[in-house]
T-cell receptor, first 116, second 114 residues
Framework: AQTVTQSQPEMSVQEAETVTLSCTYDTSESDYYLFWYKQPPSRQMILVIRQEAYKQQNATENRFSVNFQKAAKSFSLKISDSQLGDAAMYFCAYRSAIGTASKLTFGTGTRLQVTL | GAGVSQTPSNKVTEKGKYVELRCDPISGHTALYWYRQSLGQGPEFLIYFQGTGAADDSGLPNDRFFAVRPEGSVSTLKIQRTERGDSAVYLC????????????FGPGTRLTVL
């Protein structure tokens, strides 16, 4: 079974600064997807960024980028130029690439605070 | 277009009662997922539908939990003889079979069992 570990329960960053959230995972599969989701107090999970394991290039989406280290099974999220609206819970998630649809396995989350 | 909707938004019930939670997926999405998120935890997979059939129900914790999707669209999660430990946010997600297969989540139903 796959597991996802987020070792930082809480992180804090000043507005306009950069913060990195950590995630490690364990799997015996060679092809899979990794995701970062944001969950604000409204509870709605919002996809921030995704990475296909077969791609060596790290994914980027505007101010969000990842550092994907397949051998180390590490998948960190970097948020640049942090904004007050980035404050939320962030979840790292894994999904197998076998089949066209399969479940997500989530970590326990990191609460990000953004201060002035 | 409309996203995934879930009703009710909040449900309070007494121990031992029966509850139903409803999920309306994005129109045309054939895959539908239920997850449970306990306080301070990440969502945990419960069950996944492909069309009308349950393709994977390995996450259902016991036989008090059951879900249906009779017409391949709306799904209902049913919990019998509720226990205090069932208190959680129940999230529903849907995805298409094309493109990125991204799962789009609803706002969840917060279930409180007194």
């Amino acid at each position: 079974a796959q597991t996802v570990t987020q070792s930082q329960p809480e992180m804090s960053v000043q507005e306009a600064e950069t913060v990195t959230l950590s995630c490690t995972y364990d799997t015996s599969e060679s092809d899979y997807y990794l995701f970062w989701y944001k969950q604000p107090p409204s509870r709605q999970m919002i996809l921030v960024i995704r990475q296909e394991a077969y791609k060596q290039q790290n994914a980027t989406e505007n101010r969000f980028s990842v550092n994907f280290q397949k051998a180390a099974k590490s998948f960190s999220l970097k948020i640049s130029d942090s904004q007050l609206g980035d404050a939320a819970m962030y979840f790292c998630a894994y999904r197998s690439a076998i089949g066209t649809a399969s479940k997500l396995t989530f970590g326990t989350g990191t609460r990000l605070q953004v201060t002035l | 277009g409309a996203g995934v909707s879930q009703t009710p938004s909040n449900k309070v019930t007494e121990k031992g009662k029966y509850v139903e939670l409803r999920c309306d997926p994005i129109s045309g999405h054939t895959a539908l997922y239920w997850y449970r998120q306990s306080l301070g935890q990440g969502p945990e997979f419960l069950i996944y539908f492909q069309g009308t059939g349950a393709a994977d129900d390995s996450g259902l914790p016991n036989d008090r939990f059951f879900a249906v999707r009779p017409e391949g669209s709306v799904s209902t999660l049913k919990i019998q003889r509720t226990e205090r430990g069932d208190s959680a946010v129940y999230l529903c997600a849907s995805s298409s079979q094309t493109g990125s297969n991204e799962q789009f989540f609803g706002p969840g139903t917060r279930l409180t069992v007194l």
